[in-house]
DNA sequence: AAAAGTCCCAACCGCCTTCCG
DNA sequence: ACGGAAGGCGGTTGGGACTTT
């Protein structure tokens, strides 16, 4: 199917190129440019076919093209412009000058697309991978993407109601001692031991678990939008960092649950849904009314409630 | 030190699109 | 409008470099 291969032509050479064929090359082109790519190796005196001869030239030894490695900055333009065009390498490529279509698409096969499936997020979908252990394994990555300090430091005119807040500061905890029940068995970084009766044992948590970070994964990318940075640019950070400021001691923390719990109670009872500020946006929903819709507030109720009557993992 | 395994990237392959007679 | 040639693009691979055992 399709035409023949220009290289099946016989006696052409094929495979790396020697540092005479590149002089040839170049000779050639900045003599007379490289008109008929087709015509060009005779003319250059080179025993390869036009097409080797187009690559060679475009990938390596064009005289714009930069080497090196990859700046985190194009590294942070790659992502958000393949999140956007796909598998359009050329037209990335268009986007960061001095870098071939294919080297952009060979630092995306090597690098970030590992990356990204490490963080738990489909490097096709840009989204978060869908089967469960998968999740799991990448929610501390998307809490990290949801910290609230940056957002308020991006999103001036966005700020959250003490509601949010504490709703995200406890799944915030919940998913840090679920992680450390993960990784060891016996203790969380809270020192204290864990039995089954414990929160995580409840099967709707961990049933609901994908849906939250997917959801908070939509809502953050939307928000993220809306100043032009992309998602990406705050997921390379390996550690959870803390959605309220880090508090040194585990009895802080434990303080700031149970405030945070009181919070959530109070707010539950009252009408009034603008107690304090909330977003101010328009088409771009803010990602913590994930938490925030009515139908999640059952469920949060519900979790706070076995929180309440369930031994608090992470009590004093 | 050497064998085995893994990573990385330049180059190739084949399909699709564009150009031109 | 049509068909062939050439260019362009994305997927894949071979083999050298590097790492692990």
Known sequence: MGRSPCCDESGLKKGPWTPEEDQKLINHIRKHGHGSWRA???QAGLNRCGKSCRLRWTNYLRPDIKRGNFTAEEEQTIINLHSLLGNKWSSIAGHLPGRTDNEIKNYWNT??????IQMGIDPVTHRPRTDHLNVLAALPQLLAVANFNNL?????????????VAKAQVLHNMIQVLSNNNTSSSSSSFGIHHTNNNLFSQSSFLENLPNISEGLYDQTQSLFHIDNQPLESFVDQNVIPPLISASPGESKQTQMMIKNKEILKHNDHTSNPSSTSTFTQDHHQPWCDIIDNEASDSYWKEIIEQTCSEPWPFRD
């Open 40 to 42: 060009l190796p005779k």
């Open 111 to 116: 690098h970030i697309r590992k990356k990204l």
């Open 152 to 164: 308020l430091t991006l999103n001036q005119n966005i700020q959250l109601d003490a509601t949010s």
